[in-house]
Structure formats: structure tokens, C-alpha cells
């Protein structure tokens, strides 16, 4: 009964910004680690930020110094994305470790993938 919806994807031109949001909902008790993952066609997908719940951020070194990872409360994150590249392109899913009571394991949720798209 947990719940990830992503929005803010797009289309935009190299050097362009987009803002990402991520919202988890639904029998949440807490929540261990929200992040950013993407997957580019002919690739694997990789991480690109997450964030603990001690607010400990990692990033992937290709996106360090142009995109920003944050939070407003517990279960919202954000990606900004700045100084885009062609090399960004890709379908953007938010992943969400979470537990519904403490006496559960943690289990991953992920969103639905929002596509980011970088191209003059």
C-alpha cells in the first residue's frame, strides 16, 4: 500500500534546467532511503542521488556539481537538474526504501519513470 508518483519530466535543450519531484504516500511507518535512479536505452540503470533519512546525500560522479538532491519533509524529494546534457536522456524513476510498521522488513518501491529528454 505504499504509493511513488514522480513528475516534472520533459523535454529540454542542452544546458537547460528541469525540477524533478517524487512523492511517497500509503502505509509508510518510515522511510530509510528515497533516490533518483535512470535508465538510458542500450544501458544499465544507475544511480544518480539519494538521500537518507539522516540526510546523508551520495551522488553519482556524473551529475556531481550539476544536479542537486533535497527534501521538504520525510516522504518529498526533488532533483534539480542543471546544465543538462545529451548524455542525461533517459527515463528517471524514484525509488523509495520504505516499511510499513516496525516490525516489517524494509521493502523498495519504485515510481512509474518519468522521461527527461535533452536535445537541441
Known amino acids: 500500500q505504499v504509493q511513488v508518483v514522480e513528475s516534472g519530466g520533459g523535454l529540454v535543450q542542452p544546458g537547460g534546467s528541469l525540477r524533478l519531484s517524487c512523492a511517497a504516500s500509503?502505509?509508510?511507518?518510515?522511510?530509510?532511503?528515497m533516490g533518483w535512479y535512470r535508465q538510458a536505452p542500450g544501458k544499465q540503470r544507475e544511480l544518480v542521488a539519494h538521500?537518507?533519512?539522516?540526510?546523508?546525500i551520495n551522488y553519482s560522479d556524473s551529475v556531481k556539481g550539476r544536479f542537486t538532491i533535497s527534501r521538504d519533509n520525510a516522504k518529498n524529494i526533488y532533483l534539480q537538474m542543471n546544465k543538462l546534457k545529451p548524455e542525461d536522456t533517459a527515463v528517471y524513476y524514484c525509488?523509495?526504501?520504505?516499511?510499513?510498521?516496525?516490525?516489517?522488513?524494509?521493502?523498495?518501491?519504485w515510481g512509474q519513470g518519468t522521461q527527461v529528454t535533452v536535445s537541441s
Open positions: 525509488h523509495v526504501q520504505a516499511r510499513s510498521t516496525p516490525r516489517t522488513t524494509w521493502d523498495n518501491y
Open positions: 500509503g502505509s509508510i511507518f518510515d522511510i530509510n532511503v
Open positions: 538521500i537518507t533519512s539522516g540526510d546523508i
